[in-house]
């Protein structure tokens, strides 16, 4: 952690031999940040730590290894708008099946539950400005897709479509919760997309160089 005119660099968490840490943000109020603990041997594990370093919190149980996306710009954990529970893409490591889902734990680690069905896998995970949805990318298709669902399970709805051969993976919500800015594959041609939440007006937005490494994400509103 720096602040913003560059200095007083501070460090947060001291990571165990064989781990690394990586960053998911601030929770809304900026008392926490998240992070996923990763590493080789071990599963993957959600923590909250407050930005002094204090106050260290796992959030997944030791079996349930967090998804981890280290060689992406992407985002498998996400704060709820009001900071009291946290979203995430994982897999159990024993029992319980083998395959990714997308799950919500409360902020102080408990009311752990599964909100999507395992077959259809999760590889991220974004909670909606206005709380109403999470969106996420499947990983357990032929052609990833992106889907959106209710914190409560309910409402589970593919957005795109892989018919015509296309992958479309990592959504980003708009600050509006109107939309959702995507990444685009088909026939080894890289675009990034948006679409309305409820899965109109698609539209391709920029072409991608192949190769290149993505980070995208909506500007603030211009003011009025």
């Given at each position: 952690m720096r602040s913003?005119?560059?200095?007083?660099?501070?460090?947060?968490?001291?990571?165990?031999?064989?781990?690394?840490?990586?960053?998911?943000?601030?929770?809304?109020?900026?008392?926490?940040?998240?992070?996923?603990?990763?590493?080789?041997?071990?599963?993957?594990?959600?923590?909250?730590?407050?930005?002094?370093?204090?106050?260290?919190?796992?959030?997944?149980?030791?079996?349930?290894?967090?998804v981890d996306n280290?060689?992406?710009?992407?985002?498998?954990?996400?704060?709820?708008?009001?900071?009291?529970?946290?979203?995430?893409?994982?897999?159990?490591?024993?029992?319980?099946?083998?395959?990714?889902?997308?799950?919500?734990?409360?902020?102080?680690?408990?009311?752990?539950?599964?909100?999507?069905?395992?077959?259809?896998?999760?590889?991220?995970?974004?909670?909606?400005?206005?709380?109403?949805?999470?969106?996420?990318?499947?990983?357990?298709?032929?052609?990833?897709?992106?889907?959106?669902?209710?914190?409560?399970?309910?409402?589970?709805?593919?957005?795109?479509?892989?018919?015509?051969?296309?992958?479309?993976?990592?959504?980003?919500?708009?600050?509006?919760?109107?939309?959702?800015?995507?990444?685009?594959?088909?026939?080894?041609?890289?675009?990034?997309?948006?679409?309305?939440?409820?899965?109109?007006e698609l539209s391709?937005?920029?072409?991608?160089?192949?190769?290149?490494?993505?980070?995208?994400?909506?500007?603030?509103?211009?003011?009025?």
């Open positions: 913003s005119d560059g200095g007083d660099l501070k460090r947060v968490t001291t990571t165990p031999d064989t781990y690394t840490d990586f960053p998911f943000g601030y929770s809304p109020d900026g008392s926490r940040i998240l992070f996923n603990r990763v590493s080789d041997f071990f599963p993957h594990a959600l923590y909250s730590v407050n930005p002094d370093g204090t106050g260290l919190l796992r959030l997944s149980p030791p079996e349930l290894s967090v280290e060689s992406y710009d992407v985002i498998s954990a996400d704060w709820s708008p009001d900071g009291s529970q946290v979203t995430f893409a994982g897999k159990w490591r024993s029992g319980h099946g083998r395959q990714t889902a997308l799950y919500i734990v409360n902020a102080d680690g408990t009311g752990l539950r599964q909100v999507t069905p395992a077959g259809l896998g999760a590889e991220s995970a974004q909670w909606s400005p206005d709380g109403r949805q999470i969106a996420f990318s499947s990983n357990r298709q032929a052609n990833p897709q992106v889907w959106v669902v209710h914190p409560d399970g309910s409402g589970l709805k593919g957005i795109t479509s892989a018919a015509d051969g296309s992958t479309s993976t990592f959504p980003v919500w708009s600050p509006d919760s109107a939309k959702l800015l995507f990444e685009r594959v088909n026939r080894s041609a890289n675009a990034l997309w948006t679409v309305n939440a409820d899965g109109t391709k937005l920029a072409g991608i160089p192949i190769g290149t490494t993505t980070d995208y994400g909506w500007g603030a509103a211009p003011p009025s």
